[in-house]
C-alpha cells in the first residue's frame, strides 16, 4: 500500500483571493470554507480525484523568501505562449529567480508572490 497526495495547504494573507486566482489558473471550483477562513478548491468532480485540492488557510505572517517548493502548471487548451499571455490577465506576475533566459519554462508568482513555473508540454 502507498499514500497520495489529497490536499496542499497554502498559508495565505486572503485565501479567498488566492482561492479565486488559482481557481481561475487551474479551472477548479470552490469546494468547501469553514468559519474560521479555509477556502478549499479543487477539480469540478471533487475531493478524492486524481489531482489534489488546494486548502488555503488564513495567516497573518506575509510570505518571506523564496519557497523551497513550488507548483509547475502546464496548459490544457492552449499553447505556453497563449497561457503566458493570459496568467497576468487572472493575476500573475512574471518573476525573476535567477533564470538566464534559456529555460523553457516562465517563472510566475501568484497574488500573494507565491512563485510557479508554467512549463512548456501541453496536457490534455
Known sequence: MASRISELVIPS??????AAFWCE???????????DGMVE??????F????PTLC??????PKAGQLRMHFDVNATD??????????????ARRVDIGQTGEESRHCLAD??????????ARLS
Open 48 to 51: 478524492g480525484g486524481v489531482q
Open 56 to 61: 488555503f488557510i488564513p495567516t497573518t505572517a
Open 13 to 18: 494573507l486572503d485565501p479567498r483571493r488566492l
Open 78 to 91: 492552449r499553447d505556453q505562449d497563449a497561457e503566458l499571455e493570459r496568467l497576468p490577465k487572472v493575476g
Open 41 to 46: 478548491i479543487g477539480p469540478r468532480e471533487g
Open 25 to 35: 489558473v487551474l479551472d477548479f471550483t470552490v469546494l468547501d470554507t469553514t468559519d
Open 111 to 120: 497574488p500573494e508572490g507565491n512563485e510557479f513555473c508554467l512549463l512548456r
